[in-house]
């Protein structure tokens, strides 16, 4: 059975930082894409940032210039680093795993990322 596992989500002042990480435990094969994507009560779910297995990424507008997603494919990790962060960036942050092998998305079970002086 495979899990997501996320950490790193804390309560942080208004230009602080954190680091997101989410690893992957059991067995999956094949990871294709990595993303994170967040939500807030009341809101669909929205993709904060991707990356594919070559390296490509895509991030939402919002975060563009401070957020920054890398992966570690021997470790079925992915990692998102948010510097500057803002109030707006408050929320409940998901990862989510493509598998080409069995064509499945998986999700983590969340962490709260809150911002606020």
């Known amino acids: 059975q495979v899990q997501l596992v996320e950490s790193g989500g804390d309560l942080v002042q208004p230009g602080g930082s954190l680091r997101l990480s989410c690893a992957a435990s059991?067995?999956?094969?094949?990871?294709?894409?990595m993303g994170w994507y967040r939500q807030v009560p009341g809101k669909q779910r929205e993709l904060v940032a991707a990356?594919?297995?070559?390296?490509?990424?895509n991030y939402a507008d919002s975060v563009k210039g401070r957020f920054t997603i890398s992966r570690d494919n021997a470790k079925n990790t992915v990692y998102l680093q948010m510097n500057s962060l803002k109030p707006e960036d408050t929320a409940v942050y998901y990862c989510?795993?493509?598998?080409?092998?069995?064509?499945?998305?998986?999700w983590g079970q969340g962490t709260q990322v809150t911002v606020s002086s």
């Open positions: 989510n795993f493509y598998s080409d092998y069995d064509r499945r998305a998986y």
């Open positions: 059991g067995s999956i094969f094949s990871i294709y894409v």
């Open positions: 990356i594919n297995r070559g390296g490509s990424t």
